[in-house]
């Protein structure tokens, strides 16, 4: 089993800035990927971003290119997400994910891709 921690959410001004992190512990090295995804009241759980555990591709949504960062330190078995600009829209529990099977441009975006869930931390962007 992986466990996933994130840590890093709270509330933040539009325009503001917050870098969530995400700790994997367990069978970490059966971890391949890594996403972040997100889910606002109402709404179904959507993607945000996502990194393999080698090499240097990233995947984003389309509503976050250019404003978040994905990255990893796998010596420390932590992915994090620097946000930035953020929006009022950006308000959402976000989650952190993992992947023992790996991802790739067809499959990155989808929550069936990954096989463990953090328990999710509140971003909240005010107007």
């Known amino acids: 089993q992986v466990q996933l921690v994130e840590s890093g959410g709270g509330l933040v001004q539009a325009g503001g800035s917050l870098r969530l992190s995400c700790a994997a512990s367990?069978?970490?090295?059966?971890?391949?990927?890594m996403g972040w995804f997100r889910q606002a009241p109402g709404k179904g759980r959507e993607f945000v971003a996502a990194?393999?555990?080698?090499?240097?591709?990233?995947y984003y949504a389309d509503s976050v290119k250019g404003r978040f960062t994905i990255s990893r330190d796998n010596a420390k078995n932590t992915v994090y997400l620097q946000m930035i600009s953020l929006k009022p829209e950006d308000t959402a529990v976000y989650y952190c994910?993992?992947?023992?099977?790996?991802?790739?441009?067809?499959?990155?975006?989808?929550?069936?891709?990954?096989?463990?869930w953090g328990q999710g931390t509140q971003v909240t962007v005010s107007s």
């Open positions: 367990g069978r970490a090295f059966s971890i391949y990927a």
């Open positions: 994910a993992a992947s023992s099977n790996g991802i790739n441009f067809l499959t990155y975006a989808y929550v069936r891709s990954y096989d463990y």
């Open positions: 990194i393999p555990w080698s090499g240097d591709n990233t």
